[in-house]
Structures are given as structure tokens and as C-alpha cells.
């Protein structure tokens, strides 16, 4: 019995943390339509809502590290069944949600670059992003960071952001990261663009 609640109230925290992290990672989804598809002038509240937009995109290619959770529970000892059957599809739809939501949003970026003759600065921009997001999930997981402490505690975030990325291992972290965020973007966006292809076709 004791082992059967702590089951339940494992799954229950799984499911209250990655409701919570998937909610984080479809805002920058969301402001992207706004800002990229449907506003048509950069006012000074475009300017605002694209820098909530960079705030809070590191919110999707984070959900990544939440693997860790499933290690965790992987090594608790579940059965097979239950881990092949249950923990492996959960936590494999959410991360493939919430870096979706990631390489959707940076997508509509480069389309609405591209759109106003900015091709050019598409790849760069997405590198730009990659790495950002890269610093953003290492302050994240790390440091215990959030996107409103931008808001709420921008001085000391600035303070400490300094403090941490003078040190070679922050660097190195933030450089891997970058790297599996870029090649996973990169996968993921040809996967995106074979499927519109296909349905253009088949239209």
C-alpha cells in the first residue's frame, strides 16, 4: 500500500510539473503567431511583447532537461511494464511538445524575417536563439532562475548571471546545450517542412 501511494503521488507531481512547464513553453509559441503573423507594425508594445517573447523562449527547449525526472524514476525501481508503458510515452510526448513549441516559435521568427527581406539573417538569428536559450536553461536548471526575475529581480539576475559565465564550466555546459538544441532544431524543422511538402502535394 505505502508503495501504491507513493506511485500515485509520483505520477500526480509528473503530471502537476509538466502541465506547469508546458504552459511556460507554448507562451513564447503564442506571442511568436501575434508578433509574426498577425502584427503588422513594430510599435513599442511589439518591441515589448517580442522581449517577453525572448524572456520566456527558453521555457521550451527546457522541458530537454527534464529527462532527468525520468531517470529518477527509472532508477526507483518501477517494473518494466510501467516504465515501458507508462513513464516512457509520458515523458516522450511531453518533451516532443514542449520542443515543438520551441522550433515553432523560432520558425515563425525566420518566416516573418523572410517576409520583410530579412532572409539573411534567419540562420543567424536562430543561432543567436540557440545560444540565448542555451544561457537561459543553464540559469534555469542551475541557478533556479525564471523568466520573470527579469521583471522582479533584473539587477541581481544581471549580477549573477555575470558571476556564473565568467567560470569555464557554465561556458561548456551552455556550449553542449547549444549544440543539442541546434541539431535538434535543425531535425526537427526538416521533419516540419517534409510534412508541409507532403500535404502541399497532396492537397
Known amino acids: 500500500m505505502p508503495i501504491i501511494n507513493y506511485i500515485w503521488k509520483t505520477l500526480n507531481y509528473s503530471h502537476s510539473f509538466m502541465i506547469w512547464n508546458l504552459f511556460l513553453a507554448f507562451i513564447p509559441l503564442v506571442l511568436s503567431i501575434f508578433l509574426f503573423r498577425f502584427s503588422q507594425k513594430r510599435s513599442l508594445l511589439w518591441w515589448f511583447i517580442f522581449l517577453t517573447f525572448i524572456a520566456f523562449l527558453p521555457n521550451a527547449p527546457y522541458v530537454l532537461t527534464d529527462v ?4 529518477d524514476l527509472i532508477r526507483y525501481g518501477f517494473s518494466v511494464w510501467i516504465i515501458t508503458l507508462v513513464l516512457i510515452p509520458q515523458y516522450t510526448i511531453f518533451i516532443l511538445a514542449g520542443f515543438l513549441a520551441y522550433v515553432l516559435s523560432v520558425m515563425n521568427l525566420g518566416n516573418y524575417l523572410e517576409k520583410q527581406g530579412y532572409k539573411q539573417y534567419i540562420l543567424p538569428s536562430e543561432l543567436g536563439i540557440h545560444f540565448l536559450s542555451g544561457i537561459g536553461i543553464y540559469l534555469g536548471r542551475f541557478q533556479r532562475f525564471n523568466s520573470w526575475d527579469f521583471v522582479t529581480r533584473p539587477i541581481y539576475l544581471l549580477k549573477s548571471s555575470i558571476e556564473e559565465l565568467t567560470n569555464k564550466e557554465p561556458i561548456l555546459v551552455i556550449i ?7 541539431f535538434l532544431y535543425w531535425l ?3 521533419v516540419i517542412i517534409g ?3 507532403r500535404f502541399k502535394e497532396n492537397r
Open 188 to 190: 526537427l524543422k526538416q
Open 176 to 182: 553542449i546545450t547549444t549544440f543539442v538544441i541546434t
Open 195 to 197: 510534412l508541409e511538402l
Open 68 to 71: 532527468i525526472h525520468l531517470i
